[in-house]
């Protein structure tokens, strides 16, 4: 079995206590985790503190230059890296679509490198022989980057590559539940990096609770569930730290009866189900109009039917298990509810397979707003498909909502969508697809679903702080 460290100050760190990391394909120990310690954590912020200004003066060049490095470290590893994120996480190798291991392992090189081409130069805001404006940005010191576990190497990527371009230094912590894949890049990053630049220390909740209330971290950026979201708020304050949240979703999509239907379904399903349907962004309340109801219900069905669930070290696998038991229940529990309302499941509603935490690609008809599949996020492989008349109707139930992360608009009259799209609460609307994301465009939640962006020049700014200077000449 492969021995993992924490690593801190670009040194491999080993410790007393360890865990266990599970694979919940078979339920088998992947590999015993390091717990980092209190005084791991205090050391590996001390060594983050330390790196920061000779990191934060370095030219912005030299640090893209690194970040790139990165990415071929990354490229040359990749069959290692995709492997290890099968085992630890559950999604398949290549997977439905081809939007498995490979494509979290790919999308981490393509965001690297798209990320590490940014630059943030100085905006003039007024030129003039009395007065010139500028505003530069600099870097806010020590980031805590924490991290969930639907997809541990490239959420960890979209926090740690922009703080560094930027001229941070980072503590890392990734989830407990899929630590290693991070800790393995964590090695292969500390072999670029001067040491100090980035840290990981793996542990559970009580060291992520550390992070958000140590007074030498200056930014937090976090991926993971609201109520976390609301926890590391009020811990941060201490320090007024500055924080990007990027929390759970209900998106929601508002499918037209003069949608075609033909290739609308294949997109909706993919998205619906990417990663097993634990990605934030994936589609997760579908309200379909009366016209193109039973057309849509029935080419999911037969998509649905013909995927197959199972281990994803197996080639044939579509999908894999879910990451771990309690995700499992929440998807039962959710599922048991719609059954109990009268719901019409169209496919799975039944675990058939315990050796994993498996369940089937399962869809929910004839359920409306009230139920908990429809209300609750479920971040899993089970969707509501709720019948519309009015498309006004749609679109408050669309926003009957706390989460405000993505929506979309399935239709032919592009205008009509842009419109619908316009009044939609959330932070991303697709005009017929879902859940896609670029590293050029960027990315956020309104209301409950956090505040702050990623990607893009946007994300990058919130990396650093603003420092305004007035030249009297
Ligand atoms: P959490 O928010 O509990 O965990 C995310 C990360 O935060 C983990 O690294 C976790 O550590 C850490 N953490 C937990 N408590 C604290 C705390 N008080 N202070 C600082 N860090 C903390 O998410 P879960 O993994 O429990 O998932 C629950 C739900 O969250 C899912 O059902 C889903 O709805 C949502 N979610 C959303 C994601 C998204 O992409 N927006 C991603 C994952 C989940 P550890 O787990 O190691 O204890």
Redesign the pocket.
């Known amino acids: 079995m492969t021995t993992f460290s924490l690593w801190i100050n670009g040194k491999a760190v080993s410790t007393a206590n360890t865990f266990d990391v599970i694979n919940p394909a078979d339920k088998s120990v992947v590999a015993a985790c390091p717990q980092a310690s209190e005084q791991d954590l205090e050391n590996a912020v001390a060594a983050a503190k330390e790196a920061f200004p000779a990191w934060a003066e370095k030219p912005w060049q030299e640090r893209s230059d690194l970040m790139l490095k990165l990415a071929d470290a990354v490229e040359a590893n990749m069959v290692e890296l995709s492997e290890l994120l099968t085992k630890e996480q559950g999604k398949p190798q290549n997977g439905f679509a081809d939007m498995g291991a490979g494509f979290e392992t790919g999308g981490t090189l393509a965001w690297i490198r798209a990320t590490a081409g940014l630059t943030l130069p100085v905006e003039t805001i007024q030129e003039g022989d009395d007065l010139t404006i500028e505003v530069h940005r600099k870097p806010l010191g020590v980031v805590g980057s924490?991290?969930?576990?639907?997809y541990p190497l490239l959420i960890g990527i979209w926090h740690i590559i922009p703080a560094m371009l930027a001229g941070n230094t980072v503590v890392m912590?990734?989830?407990?539940?899929t630590p290693l894949t991070t800790l393995r890049f964590a090695e292969l990053a500390n072999e670029i990096l001067p040491a100090g630049v980035l840290n990981v220390v793996s542990g559970?909740?009580g060291i992520?609770?550390m992070i958000?209330a140590h007074e030498d971290i200056s930014k937090i950026v976090f991926?993971?569930?609201t109520p976390?979201g609301r926890?590391?708020m009020k811990?941060a304050a201490g320090n007024l730290k500055r924080l990007t949240l990027?929390?759970?979703g209900n998106d929601a999509a508002i499918v037209l009866d003069d949608v075609d239907v033909a290739s609308a379904v294949g997109k909706i399903f993919a998205t619906a189900f990417i990663n097993n349907g634990q990605t934030?962004a994936a589609l997760k309340r579908l309200y379909v109009q009366d016209g193109v109801y039973d057309a849509i219900c029935e080419g999911l069905t037969e998509i649905a039917n013909s995927v197959i669930t199972g281990n994803g070290m197996n080639p044939d696998s579509d999908f894999g298990p879910l990451q771990n038991p309690d995700?499992l229940q929440?998807v039962m529990d959710l599922a048991a509810d719609a059954k109990e309302r009268g719901a019409r499941f169209l496919t799975g509603g039944e675990q058939t397979n315990t050796n994993g935490y498996y369940y089937p690609i399962t869809l929910v008809a004839d359920i409306k707003d009230g139920a908990r599949l429809v209300d609750e996020?479920q971040?899993g492989p089970i969707l509501p498909i709720i019948r519309f008349s009015d498309v006004e109707e749609a679109i408050v139930h669309a926003n009957n909502s706390p989460n405000g992360l993505g929506g979309s608009v399935w239709s032919q009259d592009i205008e009509r969508a842009r419109e619908i799209a316009s009044r939609l609460e959330c932070g991303s609307v697709w005009i017929n697809h879902h859940a896609v994301i670029q590293p050029h465009a960027p990315f956020g939640g309104i209301k409950q679903s956090g505040f702050g962006v990623e990607f893009s020049e946007a994300g990058l700014k919130e990396f650093t702080s603003i420092q305004t200077l007035h030249v009297y000449p």
Request: charged share 15%; with cysteine.
């Open positions: 924490i991290t969930p576990w639907n912590k990734p989830s407990s539940l559970d909740g992520g609770r958000t991926t993971g569930s976390t926890h590391i811990s990027e929390l759970g934030c995700q929440l996020e971040f």
